[in-house]
């Protein structure tokens, strides 16, 4: 007589309250903000204050956190070539995508031509508008290339977390894990101390995520009180316009990368939906980094991986922000009747290959990096800006959303290139039969 086992079946599991739901939450809160806009705009506007706070609670926290993940990553993966073979990876990853990206940028200018009848005298637009920066657009420029890689070496490891200069504290995390690395034993309780550290940074930000919705009502309903739809609509093409070549290059480009790599986009982007909307409200992809760092994890990415690949791509890898970069420069260049030469063209797609990565952590970043890239082609006058500093926020928007995006995406398509991705479980997760809490740690 044999025995028979039966399994009992999984329990199902018990899903929090609607209401109780970060995503809910902040649709609430972006719909309210709309409504207060319209309704009561003066009232609005001084509500900027809830968005201002929340966006320095994260960028308070944004750096010693970049710093954390990526020691942890280096020290921790234990074989250095590993590391550097996942470095070289990525960059080579980050410049074909940055190049595809400004490509897309300059196809859909010229095939749309947004700028085409808006006959801009530069003379007459507003030189004062643009001025706090000018001085930001200038050093950013400054000697070339060579200014740009020696600005990447701190003055000090304590400045560059004090100004929150990304780029900075992950030259210097990559130096300290390096050494971790290569001290061996004798430096375990450093990394030890590190790791502890990240898990306490990592419930800081859980802590400070769950007033996102506060965040978002105060960035919404300052931009609809402030700006209105009508004073918008001369621009509402390029606003349009940037919005679908984002879509474009997430659905169709990047959905062909992760296909590659054995994964749906669109689940993908339904698994992420909740740091999606934050972001697409704050117009700020910081607000979710740890966050999205412990998705990508869980959905079965190694932690190596997302330690070394999320935080460098954070200023190595700017799809959207690359799409707008050429998007605007051909943009101002229409409006203001200005021809534009073959040369120009490569002029303006080489230097915004190198001017793209400083973009992370300049303050005003989208307008400083316009300005340091027109300010690189003559031809085109750089007082045009002023036409993209009214819809600015409704760009930056999606320019975050496209950026962080393409960072998931580049995460887990170079773990899948090193064989450090669970296809298994990352199915499993992006269809729902795992879920996934990071706001508890």
Known sequence: MTATTTLAAPAPVARAPLYKSLFVQVLAALLLGIILGVATPDFAVSLKILSDAFLKLITMIVAPIVFCVVVHGIAGAGDLKKVGRVGVKALVYFEGMTTV???????LAFAFAPGHGMN???????????????DNASKLKGGG????????????????????????VLFFAIIFGVSLALVGDK?????????????????????????????????????????????LKQLISLVVLFYASVAIFVLIILGSVMRLAGLNILKFLGYLREELTIVLATASSDAVLPQIMRKLER???????????????????????????????VFIAQATNTPLSFGDLLLVLGVSLITSKGAHGVPGSAIVILAATLNAVPSIPAIGLVLVLSVDWFIGMARALGNLIGNCVATVVI????????????????DGEVLVDVTSG
């Open 101 to 107: 990206a400004l490509v897309v940028g300059l196809i």
């Open 120 to 134: 801009i005298d530069p003379a007459t637009l507003d030189a004062k508008a643009m001025s706090s920066y000018a």
């Open 145 to 168: 290339v060579g200014s740009f890689l020696l600005n990447i070496i701190p003055t000090t490891s304590f400045d560059a977390l004090a100004r929150n200069d990304v780029l900075q």
């Open 187 to 231: 430096a375990k309780q450093v990394a030890s101390l590190i790791d502890q550290a990240s898990i306490v940074l990592f419930r800081a930000m859980g802590l400070i995520v769950r007033v996102a919705p506060l965040g978002v009502l105060g960035a919404v309903a300052y931009t609809v009180g402030r700006y209105g739809v009508g004073s």
């Open 299 to 329: 959905m079965g990415v190694r932690e190596e991986v997302v330690g070394l690949v999320i935080p460098t791509g954070y200023s190595f890898n700017l799809d959207a922000f690359s799409i707008y970069l050429t998007l605007a420069v």
């Open 415 to 430: 773990a899948a290139w090193e064989k450090d991705l669970d296809l298994g479980t990352a199915k499993k997760v992006l």
